[in-house]
């Protein structure tokens, strides 16, 4: 029996590395078909070929505007519909603020938050006219919980989670899904853990997550029967303790 994700046009943005490439493999042994979205032109067609003809890789910044729009009408012409936005792209600064870089901040919240603004408005009216669909945020802990040594990057959070719980319910009655997936630490390089041995070790602790395992939450999510949502899924580290 075909999984019930089988044949679902999936858009994965921050496709290239961690979360995004995790899921992006989950899915594809689902037979879903892949849009997969990110700045790293070589890490996406690498990923791509991998993944196999079921997979389109477009380079694609979630700041420029433009890059957005190309990213759902090249799969929509592509694959012919979109069911999935995976609207994961982020970025990470912790810090004290009075250390800290305004410029910075401010590139973090056009990526966090209006980066998943634009993606989420861009694809709207495809479900909207299908009357289906489900969109997926990669939020964090932080969106829930106020964490003193990353106050910028909490503030993104807590406005994503403002923005999926509103956004669900304008939605709703047009059979469109919308959830937030919140994880705690992720041993990826969005923490700067580049090698398999540094990941293992800190598996082995207890106090991180890979990143697959995200991934495999983010499978569940999606193949929930029509009539489930799932508004938040939170997922820590055994060992994180906030």
Known sequence: MAHPLA????IITGASSGIGA???RALARLDCKLTLAARSADKLTALATELGSNTLAIPTDITVAADIT???AKTVEHFGRVDVLFANAG??????????DPDAWAKLMDVNVDGVLRSV???LPHMLAQRSGDILVTSSISGFIDIHWEPVYSASKHAIQGFVHTLRRQVA???????AI???RVANELWGITTAEEVEKHIAEHDYIRSEDVAEAVVFMLSQPPHVTIRDLVMLPQNQDL
Do not use: N, S
Request: hydrophobic share 50%; proline share 9%.
């Open 173 to 179: 009655p047009a059979g469109i899904r919308v959830g």
């Open 121 to 123: 408005h861009a694809v």
């Open 91 to 100: 970025i990470y600064i912790p810090g004290q603020v009075a250390e800290g």
């Open 182 to 184: 919140a994880p705690g």
């Open 70 to 72: 190309q990213m759902i």
């Open 7 to 10: 044949g679902k046009v999936v």
């Open 22 to 24: 995790a899921a992006a």
